[in-house]
C-alpha cells in the first residue's frame, strides 16, 4: 500500500511526474542496453574463437617454408661460378668445396667427372703437411641422386642442385639436412679449350704447360720438340724431343738444350690451380732450368698424351 500510495504521490505532483518519467526512461533504455549485451557478447565471443581457430586450421594446412633451400640458394649465389639461368643437369668438370675435420683446419674436396662416367678425387687436410687422398672409380645417376663407386661398391651419394653438389650420405651413413650446407661442392671452371690451344692441338701438341711469377709456358710435341718460354726471355727454348721416363707417380722429361744446358719437365696427375683465371687443371707441371723450379698447371690436348 505504501509504494501506491507512493507512486500516487509522485503521479500527483507535475514536477514529479516529469522526473519520474525521466527516470524511468533511462532505467528503460540501460536495461535494454544491458539486455542486448548481454544477448549480443557470447555471439561475438563465439565468433571471434571460430575465426582463430579456423586461421589456426589454415596455417597448420600449408607447410612451412623450408629454410635450408633459402640458405642452400644464397650460398649458391655466393660461390657460383655459373650465369644465372643455366645450370648443368648431369656431373662434368671440376666441383670443390670444403669440408669440416675434426683434427685439421678443414678438408678440401675436389672431383673431376669424366663424360664417360669416370671420376678423379682428391681431399686435401689443411693445416697438415701431408700429399692429398686419391680416390678414381665410376659414378651413375639414379632417381635423381649421383652415386659414385669405388671398386663397384657405393661409397657416396650425391645431389645436384643448381651448380651445387650435395653431399647426402658417405660409406652408407646418412648426412642430416642441418649439416648439408657444411658437405656442398661448387662448380668450378674447368681449365678451358680456348681457340688458341685448339688451333695449337691441329698443329700437332699434345700437352701445354702454363705457371706465374714469373709467367712461363711450355708446348710438348711428342714426335717433334719440346718448347721452354719465360715472358721475360727473348726467345723460347727449343729442344728436339726424348722419350719420357716413367716414375711411381709422375712423367718425367729430360732433355739438354743446344748449349748443354739441362732442361726437365715432370707431369704429375694432381689438381691444379693456376692462380690466375681460378681456373682448375687436371695435372701439374714443374721445369727445372738454370737452377731455377717453374710450377704450374698442364693440360693434356691429346688424351693420347704420356
Known sequence: ?????????????????????????????TYTLF??????????????????????????????AEAKVVTDTMVIVK????????????????????????????????????????????????????????????????KGKFLLYQNEKVFAQYRLTKDSLINIETNNVRIPDSASRQYVLFKKNTAPENPAWKQKKSEGIDIIGIGSDPFWNVEIDNEKLILFKLAAADKPVLVPIEKPTATKDSVVYAVVTDGGTPLKISILPRFCNDGIGDHLYEYRMNVWYKGVQYKGCAVKLNAAAN
Not at 542486448?36 to 596455417?59: E, H, R
Not at 656431373?91 to 669424366?114: A, D, H, V, W
Open 35 to 64: 539486455h542486448l549485451l548481454m544477448k549480443t557478447v557470447p555471439f561475438l565471443l563465439l565468433a571471434l574463437l571460430i575465426l582463430g581457430f579456423s586461421s589456426c586450421d589454415q596455417f597448420a594446412g600449408s607447410p612451412p
Open 1 to 29: 500500500m505504501r509504494g501506491i500510495h507512493f507512486n500516487a504521490a509522485i503521479s500527483s505532483h507535475p514536477r514529479n511526474i516529469r522526473g519520474g518519467i525521466t527516470f524511468c526512461r533511462a532505467s528503460l533504455i
Open 79 to 142: 660461390d657460383s661460378i655459373i650465369n644465372a639461368g643455366h645450370y648443368d643437369t648431369t656431373l662434368t668438370g671440376f666441383y670443390q668445396g670444403m669440408l669440416p675435420c675434426k683434427n685439421c683446419e678443414g678438408i678440401q674436396r675436389t672431383i673431376l667427372f669424366s663424360g664417360d662416367e669416370h671420376f678423379k678425387m682428391e681431399e686435401l687436410e689443411l693445416g697438415k703437411n701431408i700429399p692429398a687422398k686419391r680416390v678414381e672409380g665410376t659414378w651413375e645417376k639414379e
